[in-house]
């Protein structure tokens, strides 16, 4: 990634360069060497950016969990909103992503929902997305028409892949069988094809429903166990405050990071103070800003 970035960085400098000389021999314009003085600046900020992906774990895939905070039915709606809109931000990004497990709400939306975004650096970018978010809505499930606020908490796991070793001793693991459910055909409603299983010394609990195969699924699994493990093991040899203690709060009132207020238009990170009017661009996957306003805010504050 480094050595493209250093390249096309390189390119734009240099076009800007030949175009002023252009411009000196009377044989390009002021707009047109404004236009590329503007690209080139923003090609070297989007560079000076991405070295602030430095830390261990950064350049890897990562597991995206979303559960369903207070509020009931509207709160499972917003889960499933937060869904769709990290499901468009990966691709946008031009990342594979794929659903591992989906809990469906009584009513609407999920419970929870847990999903893998693969691609480089997909760790680092969405790191900082650990927290409670906060969705303020005219609610389409009360009839009076009233303002509703739910909660839904949002965790990130890098994906250990085959560089990192994670032991995971098998005599450590309980596992469970159960229907899948949601999308997948009737093969998947009628087998046990899913997966639980549960860590003993950790305590960490997996479930995985992702493939129509229980064997693949619990693969799956013992892949999504160790990076919660390896995260874990991150978070005790930096031996401080760790981006996900946003995300252990209560899911209520006081402890979001970022608040999507619908009817006032705004989204507003409470970190950063990073905010957008575009609530439908949130929404649908126009998460840069914020990603980018985070790391520069959490690299300033190391």
């Given at each position: 990634?480094?050595?493209?970035?250093?390249?096309?960085?390189?390119?734009?400098?240099?076009?800007?360069d030949i175009?002023?000389?252009?411009?000196?021999e009377?044989?390009?314009?002021?707009?047109?060497v404004?236009?590329q003085?503007?690209?080139?600046?923003?090609?070297?900020?989007?560079?000076?950016?991405?070295?602030?992906?430095?830390?261990e774990?950064?350049?890897?895939?990562c597991?995206?969990?979303?559960?369903?905070?207070?509020?009931?039915?509207?709160?499972?709606?917003?889960?499933?909103?937060?869904?769709?809109m990290?499901?468009?931000?990966?691709?946008?990004?031009?990342?594979?992503?794929?659903?591992?497990?989906?809990?469906?709400?009584?009513?609407?939306?999920v419970?929870?929902?847990?999903?893998e975004?693969s691609?480089?650096?997909?760790y680092?970018?969405?790191?900082?997305?650990?927290g409670?978010?906060?969705?303020?809505?005219?609610s389409?499930?009360n009839?009076?028409?009233?303002?509703m606020?739910?909660?839904?908490?949002v965790?990130?796991?890098?994906?250990?892949?085959?560089?990192?070793?994670?032991e995971?001793?098998?005599?450590?693991?309980?596992?469970?069988?159960?229907r899948?459910?949601?999308?997948?055909?009737?093969?998947?409603?009628?087998?046990?094809?899913?997966?639980?299983?549960?860590?003993?010394?950790?305590?960490?609990?997996?479930?995985?429903?992702a493939?129509?195969?229980?064997?693949m699924?619990?693969?799956?699994?013992?892949?999504?166990?160790?990076?919660?493990?390896?995260?874990?093991?991150?978070?005790?040899?930096?031996a401080?405050?760790?981006?996900?203690?946003?995300?252990?709060?209560?899911?209520?009132?006081?402890?979001?990071?970022?608040?999507y207020?619908?009817?006032?238009?705004?989204?507003?990170?409470?970190?950063?103070?990073?905010?957008?009017?575009?609530?439908d661009?949130?929404?649908?996957?126009?998460l840069?800003?914020?990603?980018?306003?985070?790391?520069?805010?959490?690299?300033?504050?190391?």
């Amino acid at each position: 990634m480094w050595v493209s970035s250093y390249n096309k960085a390189k390119d734009e400098v240099e076009e800007l360069d030949i175009l002023h000389e252009f411009l000196k021999e009377g044989e390009s314009t002021e707009e047109e060497v404004d236009k590329q003085y503007a690209k080139s600046i923003a090609v070297l900020e989007d560079t000076e950016f991405r070295s602030t992906l430095d830390q261990e774990g950064d350049e890897l895939s990562c597991l995206l969990e979303i559960n369903a905070g207070a509020g009931g039915t509207e709160a499972c709606d917003w889960a499933e909103m937060l869904y769709r809109m990290y499901l468009m931000y990966g691709e946008k990004a031009g990342h594979k992503v794929n659903e591992l497990n989906r809990v469906h709400g009584d009513v609407a939306g999920v419970k929870s929902v847990e999903m893998e975004i693969s691609g480089s650096y997909a760790y680092g970018m969405l790191k900082g997305e650990n927290g409670v978010h906060r969705l303020v809505r005219v609610s389409p499930f009360n009839a009076q028409g009233k303002r509703m606020t739910s909660f839904a908490s949002v965790f990130v796991h890098p994906v250990v892949d085959d560089r990192i070793e994670i032991e995971v001793n098998p005599a450590d693991l309980d596992w469970d069988t159960f229907r899948a459910s949601g999308a997948g055909g009737q093969h998947v409603n009628k087998t046990e094809s899913a997966v639980r299983v549960r860590h003993a010394p950790s305590g960490i609990v997996v479930e995985c429903q992702a493939e129509r195969s229980q064997h693949m699924n619990r693969e799956k699994a013992i892949d999504m166990l160790k990076s919660r493990l390896y995260q874990k093991a991150l978070e005790e040899r930096k031996a401080a405050k760790s981006v996900t203690e946003a995300g252990k709060m209560k899911n209520e009132w006081g402890s979001q990071i970022r608040s999507y207020v619908l009817d006032d238009r705004r989204v507003k990170d409470h970190r950063t103070n990073h905010e957008n009017r575009n609530t439908d661009a949130v929404l649908g996957g126009d998460l840069e800003s914020f990603l980018k306003a985070f790391l520069m805010w959490d690299g300033t504050k190391k």
